[in-house]
T-cell receptor, first 109, second 116 residues
């Protein structure tokens, strides 16, 4: 199957950490990705993780991968107003990516 | 500039019109994709072109017709659309596929299509 599921909304206070969760179904996915979409724009690749890794850190972003549970998460430390956007989880299948519906993150002052 | 350019940014068309969406990439990528984005739904893959050959057509209605004349350009021809076809249409490109997709896709900004 190629279903990627994520919660639709997340509200977080500025300065706190955000955690966005995702579950996927294809255990053979080579890479898993997080994309960010700002209003009026396309999707921008934030980060990706190879399937044989369980963690990847990139500045304020931390990706955790639990292959057993097919669970992927993205943690944003010190969330800023500029982090307000829709975040998409995606898995690679063969030659294409399958995306979730996106999590809308709203950062409140 | 993301490297993938889509035109027009916005399009309003009647159900009897014929229009085309254009996508252009100058990244040297060899695969291009059309996705449909509707609110609160997963992105729907419509068409995949690899090395200018169509490799997937995800049961898309025939009122959508893709064309890939070369590795840098991708079109989506539209005719006799329905109001439920209103959505954001995203084009993407990639270098390689499958296990080589470590850099994922580069997306354009999309065309916001409204069918009236």
């Amino acid at each position: 199957g190629e279903d990627v599921e994520q919660s639709l909304f997340l509200s977080v206070r500025e300065g706190d950490s955000s955690v966005i969760n995702c579950t996927y179904t294809d255990s053979s996915s080579t890479y898993l990705y997080w994309y960010k979409q700002e209003p009026g724009a396309g999707l921008q690749l934030l980060t990706y993780i190879f399937s044989n890794m369980d963690m990847k850190q990139d500045q304020r972003l931390t990706v955790l991968l639990n292959k057993k549970d097919k669970h992927l998460s993205l943690r944003i430390a010190d969330t800023q107003t500029g982090d307000s956007a829709i975040y998409f989880c995606a898995e690679s299948n063969d030659y294409k990516l399958s995306f979730g519906a996106g999590t809308t993150v709203t950062v409140r002052a | 500039e993301t490297g993938v350019t889509q035109t027009p940014r916005h399009l309003v068309m009647g159900m009897t019109n014929k229009k085309s969406l254009k996508c252009e990439q100058h990244l040297g990528h060899n695969a291009m994709y059309w996705y449909k984005q509707s609110a609160k739904k997963p992105l729907e893959l419509m068409f995949v072109y690899s090395l200018e050959e169509r490799v997937e057509n995800n049961s898309v209605p025939s009122r959508f017709s893709p064309e890939c004349p070369n590795s840098s350009h991708l079109f989506l021809h539209l005719h006799t659309l329905q109001p439920e076809d209103s959505a954001l249409y995203l084009c993407a490109s990639s270098q390689g596929a499958g296990a080589q997709l470590n850099y994922g896709y580069t997306f354009g900004s999309g065309t916001r299509l409204t069918v009236v």
